[in-house]
């Protein structure tokens, strides 16, 4: 599957818990992004797919957790402690060996069609 296909979005309170999840064709590093209305994508985590290393953006650090289940062809973004400031539309892509360890849009290459979180009380 070259495009990535994204779930598990919708609306919680502040506090509360989401699982996203990203079912994608291997590669060697993959990354969830987000982007809220009027404002640049920016990326949140990343994980080394063969090695399962993960790498944050300091805003989720500690609050979100990256993981991938290589026989599923899945990458998950486990999301806890939500708060207001993390609504917007979370976006799964996938990167080559030059993506690794970057949160930065340009390295990746093939994006899914993002999945919408709303935090709000």
């Known amino acids: 599957q070259v495009q990535p296909v994204e779930s598990g979005g919708g609306s919680v309170q502040p506090g509360g818990s989401l699982r996203l999840s990203c079912v994608a064709s291997?590669?060697?590093?993959m990354a969830w992004f987000r982007q809220a209305p009027g404002k640049e994508r920016e990326g949140v985590a990343g994980?080394?797919?063969?090695?399962?290393?993960?790498y944050y953006d300091d805003a989720v650090k500690g609050r979100f957790t990256i993981s991938r289940d290589n026989g599923a062809k899945t990458i998950y973004l486990q999301m806890d402690s939500l708060k207001p400031e993390d609504s917007a539309m979370y976006y799964c892509?996938?990167?080559?060996?030059?993506?690794?360890?970057?949160?930065?849009?340009?390295?990746?290459?093939?994006w899914g069609q993002g999945t919408q979180v709303t935090v709000s009380s």
């Open positions: 291997a590669t060697t590093c």
């Open positions: 892509a996938k990167g080559g060996p030059n993506a690794c360890d970057r949160l930065d849009a340009s390295p990746y290459f093939a």
């Open positions: 994980i080394v797919v063969g090695s399962r290393r993960t």
